[in-house]
């Protein structure tokens, strides 16, 4: 690794060697001979400087004075490096989130003789769109009772009025997460000299402090990983998705340690990767995705060994976490499982977009919402193994190793267009994999734009036709171009990896700075490899 210290940078990949060639100048002193002067060698003329090289960043630039000047030295900042930069700017965009949802934990004399409660009349949570999940899981899960998650169960009737016992529907790490955050909520509450508000209220902010946080390890863990793209990093922190989607469920948590662990890969610590990568898994279930990319370009270089370090710390982190609430818990923890086998085809999966058209009613036919969608299961899960084989066939017979960022976007991009649920925060999953995987800015810009706008017909389609809403079509037809979107940016990966010379990431001769033990690392395909999954050749 390469020591950051003397050029202020932050990416992980060091810089090209023709950085380090300077022109000495010579000086004629006051006494006899002339004597060379060294030229000071630290400016990180190695690093990508998007106000040169790119239209859009070169077009914003003149509000603050213009493109970079040709004979600036760069990275000599003591304090406004772009890392600093980088999270103040998360900082901003993740206050706005702040209070795009503010409106949702308002509150008001509601009541019996006037008693202060949250404020949702009007429906208010869907016309000022500022709906969380996290204000309706506080008393849902029954947090607001103080009850520990996957112990306490609690009957409720689902839409058929069939009565089902319930517990805590999300994996432990998140699960523990919510609790913690309630425990805090409880002090602050109790404490008479902190100022007061809502239960729910307080509860929501001590969980947004935590998810922000959470953004801000994505961000800079990202930034690391960007190499000398280090400004690439800057579309996370700033994306339009992050104002919309950062407060709206708990799957910050996930990116961080997702995050984490692939920069845990690339500074060659295997197990620490799968240590974090483990962790994330027993979060939401996406980061445990990534180990399928970097097991198949492991098997390409010959470096399984340190792929089977990565899944043991994986197995290890998530057995760790799960284990003892599955041993006292059984049904508490099970709950998750239970409940995505069981749940139907959410409005923003593909299968609700083509019944939402043309009016067809599902693999499994009508369902009662009792009734498990037992053939929607088997293609969905069908439909992502073929996903998975097809990352593995680009990753072993591209002309030129893939780079990890190419295959984990693909991967997980594939496993939300073919998965029954898309929850509209899940594509926070895609924004530092699609970031680092495409170097194409305004590309990813205008798709974080298209993904955000959705939230806004969605919020009018739950309100309902009768409340002045939206008929589903219309909401449908905005997922509809979110996926072309997403097919769109699979597509361009994909072009990149048969055409390693239009990938801007390599340009300068780098392999991948996400790579680890795999950056540099020659082909060396096992020979039990068919001739069809070995490389092909360059075009």
């Keep these: 690794m390469r020591d950051e210290s003397a050029t202020n940078g932050s990416a992980v990949a060091g810089p090209p060697a023709k950085a380090a060639v300077v022109e000495p100048r010579f ?43 040709d004979h600036a030295v760069v990275g000599r900042s003591r304090f406004f490096t772009p890392v600093r930069v980088m999270l103040a700017f998360a900082v901003v965009f993740m206050a706005l989130g702040w209070f795009g949802k503010a409106a949702c934990i308002q509150q008001a004399p509601i009541g019996p003789d006037g008693a202060v409660g949250l404020d949702w009349a009007g429906s208010r949570q869907y016309v000022a769109m500022c709906y969380s999940d996290t204000v309706p899981l506080y008393g849902a ?114 990116t961080g340690f997702a ?144 780079r990890v960022m190419q295959l984990c976007f693909l991967l997980v991009a594939g496993f939300l267009l073919t998965n029954k649920v898309w929850s509209p925060q899940y594509s926070l999953w895609l924004v530092p994999l699609a970031v680092l995987a495409i170097p194409q800015r305004r590309i990813l810009l205008a798709w974080m734009t298209i993904d955000a706008l959705v939230w806004v017909p969605r919020m009018y389609y739950y309100l309902g036709v009768s409340n002045k809403g939206l008929p589903e079509q219309w909401f449908t037809a905005t997922v509809l171009v979110r996926d072309l979107a997403v097919v769109a940016l699979c597509a361009l990966v994909i072009r990149q990896i048969y055409r390693p010379d239009t990938d801007l990431v390599r340009e300068d001769g780098t392999d991948d700075p996400v790579g680890g033990v795999l950056d540099g690392a020659p082909d060396a395909p096992p020979r039990w490899l068919p001739e069809r999954l070995r490389p092909a050749p360059v075009l």
């Design 259 to 402: 995050a984490a662990g692939l920069l845990a890969w690339a500074r060659r610590r295997p197990l620490l990767a799968g240590v974090l990568l483990g962790l994330g898994g027993a979060t939401k279930f996406y980061p445990l995705l990534l180990l399928g990319p970097l097991l198949v370009l492991c098997v390409r270089a010959d470096r399984v060994k340190t792929w089977l370090s990565t899944f043991i710390g994986a197995v290890v982190a998530w057995v760790a976490v799960n284990a003892p609430i599955a041993l006292l818990y059984p049904a508490g923890w099970s709950e998750f499982f239970r409940l995505n086998t069981d749940r139907h085809a959410d409005p923003d999966s593909i299968y609700n977009v083509i019944s939402s058209f043309t009016g067809w009613p599902g693999f499994d036919g009508n369902l009662a919402a009792s009734d498990k969608p037992v053939i929607l299961n088997a293609v969905s899960l069908a439909l992502f193994v073929a996903v998975c084989l097809g990352v593995a066939y680009l990753a072993l017979t591209a002309p030129q190793r893939p």
């Design 27 to 69: 000086v004629a002193p006051t006494g006899s001979e002339p004597r060379e002067v060294v030229v000071d060698q630290r400016s990180a003329d190695w690093r990508d400087l998007p106000s040169r090289t790119d239209r859009l960043t070169n077009a914003l630039s003149s509000v603050i004075g213009g493109p970079i000047g």
């Design 141 to 254: 899960e029954r947090l607001n009772q103080g009850a520990f998650p996957y112990k306490k169960s609690w009957v409720e009737s689902n839409a058929d009025g069939v009565p089902q016992t319930r517990y805590m529907e999300y994996p432990v790490l998140s699960g523990l997460y919510q609790y913690v955050a309630m425990r805090i909520q409880k002090a602050w509450s109790a404490a008479p000299w902190l100022p007061g508000g809502l239960q729910v209220a307080v509860y929501f902010n001590v969980v947004a402090l935590g998810l922000a946080m959470a953004w801000l390890v994505t961000v800079w863990a990202s930034s690391m990983l960007a190499g000398r793209r280090v400004w690439d990093a800057a579309l996370i922190a700033c994306s339009p998705l992050v104002i919309v989607h950062i407060f709206t469920n708990f799957d910050a948590l996930a």
